[in-house]
């Protein structure tokens, strides 16, 4: 039976997350640990978790600083054990059991190489209510994935070989843990797969640290703020990070990318062939245009 171990950061979620640690050790056919670091919560959220603890002998914690969900995952990776497989989870969803099983019987086929598991997403309401179900969308390629992440961190699930990899290099500039992996995957010639079932109930409430209501005007804001008004350009940052940590490991393809993203601001050359690669865009008009605008602004 493969092992996973399950990746869980916690913050002032003494609400749900009896729940979905319950869901997670329900999973089949698989042999479960769960790994959870508390990033600072000033409710109930520690003492249920270690309630939990004393029932489950899988149940793993500690207690950390407050430093945000990003940085928080990525030290629960640079924790992580001698497993099989790993799985990110937030604190408020609720797993399918049969969750972590059907990405293993994807990833179990390309054990040679590391990769990393994505499935579509299950909307539901603080009561589990379904919304509506979000499929996995985006240009499934390393390019698509700079200009704009499509993976939702609560399903990934990935083998060892990336694992290693991500705990190698931690950056320095860090937007979130999903969108990281998932570009360092495509960066060294990872596999992607993507799964369009839902094996996850992702619950959406007022409290949300991260969530689904976060696509709409309040997500739109963000990217221009990061896109044209600060002064640090996103993928620029994302590119010297990846070009400082996997340098050695990048495909050809990705190398090339990464010179012209560090280039287009001072190289007329690195501008126009990033404004004619017909890879960089995504399935959204607006981003599209949105991409060109800041890259013959120098804000990309």
Known sequence: MDKVQVLLSTYNGEKYIKEQIESILKQKEVEVSLLIRDDGSTDKTVEIVQNLAKKYNNITYYQGNNIGPARSFMELI???GEFDYFAFADQDDVWKQEKLISAIEKLRTIEEKPALYI???EIVDENLNTI???????NFCFEGEIIKNFATGCTQVF??????EIKSYTPNYLIMHDSWITRVCYAIGGNVIIDENTYIQYRQHES?????KDETFQKLKKQFKIAFQEKTCMRVNIAKELKNGYEENLTENAKEVIYHLISYQT???SKIWLLRNKKFKTNRFLINCKMKLAIIFNKF
Request: net charge positive; no cysteine.
């Open 119 to 121: 499935s579509a997403l």
């Open 78 to 80: 640079n924790q992580s």
């Open 267 to 269: 190289e007329r050359r």
């Open 132 to 138: 509506k179900v979000k499929k996995v969308s985006g």
């Open 208 to 212: 949300n640290v991260l969530g689904y």
């Open 159 to 164: 083998n060892k070989k990336l694992l290693n």
